[in-house]
């Protein structure tokens, strides 16, 4: 029986029954844990100063330093730990930021239709015909490379897909009866917007922010990785960075190489995992029509036709 | 006489064809009604009946101020609707209000009963305080049949049968206290055992609380639950128009002739002469001078082709557009 | 062996009986003893509201149930052949030559980017091998003809085509491989009523030219009383009503089938007063422990609530499964 949460509450039991959804749900979550809980994880001070001696460099793991030194001679673990926070910040907050111009440009759009639309969609058309990358790499460059600077460009280039998304879904919505309903008790554009479209768009923003955070990620990545980092954090990107210019590589030191990898990995996995999971759990109750909701015919689960029922067999 | 409620004019709602192939110059058009009068009094329920493409859900949109009309009057409680600037259909609103056929679609998944009730309400800014609002939603609740209102406040429409659906619509439309009602098709999404009841409510509503009804539909069994007057209408004209009785059982004119012989009747036993009209409706943009009902009509004459017939009255409130109504019997 | 007086039915449907399953839940049933049987060039109408088993009923003697449906009783006979024993090669060797389908909203089932022509031609192709290319064309115009649709329109898209047209190429394409018996589920229900009159007086010529037998599923009563010579009235996955159409517009026993004629509008009797049934249909999953009907039932007593009706033979054409036609000496049929 659906409860007061209305299909919210569906949502979340559909995700919980899609094992792949949960799994990226607890990594991700994994990866957020231990961001925040770095200070207690790590086994050094971020800015511990060391007194660096030739041997104190690619340092093997060992149970000093778990997955070694790096080319300061710092720990590689503790450098792990501390830059899961400025990637995981980067990702969320550039998204953020993406997933809301892209939302609010994609419900003008596709709401207000018209000249207003067109100019719009134009424009998101030139954005996303200019690449990404080079233009950020432009932009980085030419102003101080900042966090602040390098999350803004990040999401401030990063939301042509969301408002091409939102803007589809907005358009169908438009057409729904209870929009029409709605105009005519009289109700104007932004009421309806806020009161209708809005919460309808509201989940389609949330499984587009968690896909655009793997992308915010790999962003800041690759911009760390040229050079274009903030030199005063170290995320996973620059840990690359550091490591493939300094020598990491002819000096046999894997581990400086693959922890910044692995962490990028598994949080994008994480997101891609559950992104892709959110879209199938929000797909079939949120936005439909009566047919998929009450009808015995399509309420049950999908068995495999050999899978013997609980009680008797019975041909198909 | 006292003034009818609504009155109106010389309708005409066009729709330009989008042409794209860029040879054509003339501008074509899709003439979805096409110079439509009538009058409704308070507390009078008109049918509007006809097959789809004959223009009554645009002229329902119409009406609402959903579409703008191309020309004619629309008067209500006597002031003039057609061309007013928005301000003034925004009061007309509150006293005229609409269902719609599908009570699975027209209702915001994501929203209570009791915000969909509310809606109006919030929208015209009535009802100052919560627990005024909240009584106003409760009676109009009731009113519409759900009861006890508390219950179904809570409620989301996927909770809720079609039935249910359709009076929480139904609730919300009389929450303002409007004088008059158009449903479009409001029960032809209905199981049959419901259907009935839904009808009996709008029946109910128009004599206990004296509100007007647009009742459209194709359905022409359900025409006589509900409705005083009828209406038929083809390509975009109304063809026959009169009191349900008198229209329904001394048809006149040879389309509603035609469609009163084709609906099914659950009597076995009944042998009537069908008359099935060939073909389809055409489309409402290259327009047959003269009748419009002639290329489909199987009693037409030559001269039905040359002027295209008004309404002219055939007994007491009871009218057809037809040149042959004066002819020997048509039909036998 | 006994001489046959009788010529044995087309489709011979005995205590059928399907589950859906739904694990770790109970299974619904979802229908439970139906019994019916087609002659052949008969028309049978099944009525029903929503909920009432008709679409499932439909599929199961098809053999087309979803995953989670299960046939858990009963027999499906056509010209003695036990369905249900059947392989899926052998039912799907039968399907379409033997019965066809119009399923409901069929007009939107066509494939928007193949031409009406091909559409048809591909069942040709498929059911009965023939693969040259004149042979299939003439089949097609053949078809097409018989539907009243111009041949020339074999070459046009479905978008081409009206919404009525589009119901009668899936009327060409069910008769493609000659079937003995065509299942039409609410053929007529999102068309006009001219364009359905059109569609009910091809389908009773057809029935008449080519013997062919017509299952009609849907709720609207007129077009069962204007098509079939028998009607079943289900109600909530079981048979409240049974017989031919006469007896059952105007001598109907079930309290269900009276309430749904008395629910149903008249247009030769305007002045008729409509009564609604109150309450809802059972849902599958929550069945009340008697009769289904028992929870909206006018002449409802004790007895109803506690156990199921069988279904009474009242005459040898009419049954019901009500109490209240019990025969005083106590057989069920």
């Not at chain 1, 899961?84 to 709401?111: D, K, N, W």
């Not at chain 1, 005063?232 to 990107?237: E, F, K, Q, Y």
Request: hydrophobic letters at 45%; glycine letters at 8%; a positive charge.
């Amino acid at each position: 029986m659906e409860q007061a949460t209305g299909g919210y509450r569906g949502v979340w039991r559909r995700l919980r029954h899609n094992p792949m959804g949960m799994i990226g749900l607890t990594m991700l979550v994994g990866a957020v844990a231990v961001a925040v809980l770095a200070p207690w994880l790590s086994p050094y001070a971020p800015d511990t100063v060391t007194r660096v001696t030739i041997m104190d460099i690619y340092q093997p793991p060992s149970p000093v330093h778990w997955l070694g030194t790096d080319d300061a001679g710092r720990d590689v673990l503790t450098n792990f730990l501390y830059g899961a926070r400025v990637s995981l910040t980067v990702g969320f907050f550039a998204s953020f930021i993406a997933v809301t111009i892209g939302g609010l440009l994609g419900i003008t759009a596709g709401f207000l239709g018209g000249r207003i639309e067109a100019v719009l969609m134009r424009f998101t058309d030139i954005m996303l015909v200019i690449p990404d990358l080079p233009l950020a790499v432009v932009i980085v460059a030419l102003t101080k490379p900042s966090l602040t600077n390098i999350i803004l460009v990040i999401g401030l280039l990063g939301w042509t897909g969301t408002a091409r998304l939102v803007r589809a879904q907005t358009m169908s919505i438009k057409q729904r009866k209870f929009v029409l309903r709605a105009r005519a008790v009289g109700a104007g554009n932004r009421y309806i917007m806020r009161r209708h479209i809005f919460p309808l768009v509201l989940p389609l923003m949330v499984v587009n922010t968690v896909l655009v955070i793997s992308l915010a990620i790999l962003n800041e990545s690759t911009l760390s990785f040229l050079g274009l980092g903030d030199p005063a954090t170290l995320s996973w990107g620059q840990m690359l960075n550091y490591a493939f210019t300094r020598g990491a590589m002819s000096a046999g030191a894997w581990w400086a190489l693959i922890s910044p990898g692995f962490g990028i990995v598994w949080v994008v996995l994480a997101c891609t995992l559950l992104g892709q999971a959110l879209e199938q759990a929000l797909n079939p109750r949120l936005l439909t029509h009566h047919l998929a909701a009450d009808r015995t015919l399509t309420s049950l689960r999908r068995l495999q036709p050999d899978q013997a029922p609980a009680s008797g067999t019975g041909t198909q | 006489m006292s003034e009818p409620l609504l009155s109106v004019r010389g309708l005409r709602k066009l729709f330009p064809v989008k042409t794209i192939s860029w040879r054509s110059r003339q501008q074509r058009f899709v003439h979805a009604v096409d110079d439509v009068s009538f009058d409704l009094a308070a507390g009078e329920a008109l049918a509007l009946v006809g097959e789809s493409g004959c223009g009554k859900s645009t002229l329902a949109l119409t009406l609402l101020g959903l579409e703008a009309p191309t020309a004619g009057n629309i008067r209500f409680e006597r002031q003039e609707l057609a061309g007013a600037p928005a301000a003034a259909w925004r009061q007309a609103r509150r006293h005229i209000q609409m269902i719609f056929q599908d009570p699975y679609e027209s209702l915001n998944p994501l929203m209570t009963v009791g915000e969909i009730v509310a809606e109006p309400l919030e929208v015209h800014k009535i009802g100052g305080n919560r627990d005024e609002r909240r009584k106003r939603i409760l009676l109009a609740l009731e009113d519409a049949g759900l009861k006890p209102a508390e219950h179904f406040v809570a409620r989301f429409p996927h909770e809720l049968s079609g039935g249910q659906r359709q009076r929480v619509a139904i609730a919300a439309a009389l929450v303002l206290e409007p004088r008059l009602l158009v449903a479009d098709e409001p029960v032809s999404m209905l199981d049959v055992s419901i259907r009935a009841e839904i009808l009996s409510l709008l029946a109910d509503l128009k004599t206990r609380r004296s509100i007007a009804l647009l009742f459209i539909t194709h359905d022409l069994g359900t025409v006589s639950a509900v409705a005083d007057r009828i209406a038929v209408m083809y390509l975009g004209r109304i063809v026959e128009i009169g009191a349900v009785n008198s229209v329904m059982t001394a048809p006149q004119h040879p389309y509603t002739r035609a469609l009163l012989s084709v609906v099914p009747a659950p009597n076995p036993r009944l042998r009537r002469q069908h008359i099935i009209l060939q073909g389809e409706t055409p489309d409402p943009v290259n327009l047959p001078t003269g009748c419009r009902f002639a290329p489909r009509c199987p009693v037409a004459v030559a001269r039905c082709r040359e002027s295209d017939p008004a309404l002219r009255p055939v007994a007491a409130d009871h009218a057809a557009a037809c040149i042959r109504l004066d002819d020997p019997p048509l039909f036998p | 062996m006994a001489y046959e007086m009788v010529k044995p039915p087309l489709l011979e449907v005995t205590r059928l009986g399907v589950d859906y399953v739904d694990p770790p839940r109970p299974p619904a049933a979802a229908l439970r003893e139906i019994t019916f049987t087609v002659q052949r060039g008969e028309a049978l109408g099944i009525v029903g509201e929503s909920g009432c088993g008709k679409t499932t009923l439909m599929l199961a003697l098809m053999r087309l149930l979803p995953a989670a449906g299960r046939i858990v009783a009963g027999s499906v006979r056509l010209d003695g052949v036990e369905l249900l024993d059947l392989d899926a090669q052998a039912m799907a060797a039968l399907r379409w030559k033997r019965i066809a389908m119009i399923f409901q909203g069929a007009m939107n089932a066509l494939n928007p980017v193949r031409t009406v022509g091909d559409q048809i031609a591909e069942a040709i192709r498929l059911h009965e091998g023939v693969t040259a290319r004149r042979t299939l064309d003439r089949r097609v115009e053949e078809l097409l003809d018989l539907v009243g649709i111009a041949a020339n329109r074999r070459a046009h898209y479905p978008f081409q085509y009206s919404g009525g047209m589009r119901q009668r190429a899936m009327i060409a394409m069910a008769l493609a491989c000659s079937p003995d018996l065509i299942i039409a589920d609410e053929p007529t229900t999102a068309l006009d009523v001219m364009i359905q009159a059109q569609i009910l007086q091809l389908l009773a010529e057809l029935r008449r030219r080519l013997n062919l037998s017509i299952l009609l599923v849907t709720h609207d009563l007129g077009i069962v009383a204007e098509l079939c010579d028998r009607v079943l009235v289900m109600y909530g996955g079981v048979m409240a009503e049974s017989a031919d159409v006469d007896t059952i517009y105007n001598a109907p026993v079930h309290p269900y089938t009276q309430a749904l004629l008395q629910a149903f509008p008249d247009p030769t009797r305007p002045a008729q007063k409509l009564a609604a049934i109150p309450g809802a249909p059972p849902r599958l999953n929550d069945l009340p422990p008697g009769c289904r009907f028992a929870p909206r039932c006018p002449q409802v007593f004790a007895r109803c609530r506690t156990a199921p009706p069988p279904v009474y033979a009242i005459t040898p054409a009419h049954a019901a499964s009500c109490f209240l036609v019990e025969p005083t000496e106590g057989g069920a049929a």
